[in-house]
């Protein structure tokens, strides 16, 4: 039942994006609220609860390493009103100089996108930034991947207003009306029309950065497991672009970003499997190491925790 829908639009000039890919000079951050242990996100079953105090030093490691990386971090001061603040990339998509702040499924995490508009426009200074402003849209920045070539998005049928996960996805019938955020995607598409925005329609609560991740130029990290296997053949299928794949035991190891020449991944504690696969295939790449011990218990990467401009 897996479709998938395509937004042809224009296919200009890319080669700038693509010679540059993962390429950065600023990151936007966000502190970690005690809000996020004391009523956000619960663990995963058999998980024990988050320690505040270790995520937050977690947190300050994987910041300082992206200024060693050379990339101006802005940080944005935590809100206790809003538990998951801190997960910035559901808020923000950037892409080519072209900001879009997304609205995020979860009608209470709406309230953070006003610090994140003013960040990206007066400390940042993105001079290009639009609004998803339809009432009927939702996206979620944690669902969009980008390649460097090219747009994947995950679309969703769920409703805004039910008691669920923020990136609950359930597959789309022929009889149905088109998804509640393919405005989103949509608009995504118009935002960025040298790219190609392809829509994947994807079954379970998971975001789609959950599944895969860019592990560098062309290469694709995806976990060994059943649904992450679907995901990754849907984009072999229908994507513009050929890309390696590069296959992680540990479902969790796509736990990583792509920085400046530079993949940030978890250590060998958290992934003993994945961890010598990486230093196999990807050999010429330099790395470094960051634990991501405790917002991992809630199913946060550290691709969520940035923006990079």
């Not at 790219?195 to 694709?220: C, K, N």
Request: glycine share 6%; aromatic share 6%.
């Amino acid at each position: 039942n897996r479709r998938v829908t395509r937004y042809p639009d224009a296919r200009s000039s890319r080669n700038m994006a693509e010679r540059c890919f993962g390429q950065f000079s600023s990151a936007l951050v966000r502190e970690i609220p005690a809000s996020l242990v004391a009523e956000g996100s619960e663990p995963a079953e058999g998980e024990n609860p988050v320690d505040l105090q270790k995520a937050r030093d977690e947190w300050t490691t994987y910041v300082d390493t992206l200024r060693t990386l050379g990339l101006n971090v802005i940080t944005i001061p935590a809100d206790e009103e809003c538990p998951g603040c801190a997960f910035v990339a559901d808020t923000a998509v950037v892409a080519d100089g072209i900001a879009l702040v997304t609205r995020p499924t979860n009608p209470d995490r709406r309230k953070e996108l006003k610090a994140v508009k003013e960040a990206l426009e007066q400390q940042l200074g993105v001079s290009n930034v639009a609004e998803l402003r339809d009432l009927e849209a939702t996206l979620d920045g944690r669902d969009v991947l980008f390649t460097g070539r090219e747009f994947f998005v995950r679309v969703t049928e769920s409703n805004n207003n039910a008691p669920q996960s923020p990136t609950r996805r359930i597959s789309r019938k022929k009889d149905k009306p088109p998804p509640k955020n393919d405005a989103g995607a949509r608009l995504l598409a118009r935002m960025y029309p040298d790219f190609q925005v392809t829509s994947l329609y994807i079954q379970g609560e998971r975001p789609l950065q959950s599944y895969l991740s860019m592990a560098g130029p062309d290469i694709i990290a995806a976990g060994e497991g059943e649904d992450a296997q679907r995901v990754i053949e849907q984009i072999i299928e229908k994507a513009e672009y050929k890309y390696k794949v590069l296959c992680l035991p540990e479902d969790c190891a796509v736990d990583c970003v792509f920085v400046n020449g530079t993949l940030v991944h978890r250590s060998q504690e958290e992934i003993p499997k994945s961890t010598e696969v990486i230093e196999t295939k990807l050999a010429d790449l330099k790395k470094v190491i960051v634990p991501n011990s405790e917002l991992a218990k809630v199913g946060v990467t550290l691709g969520a925790l940035t923006v990079f401009i």
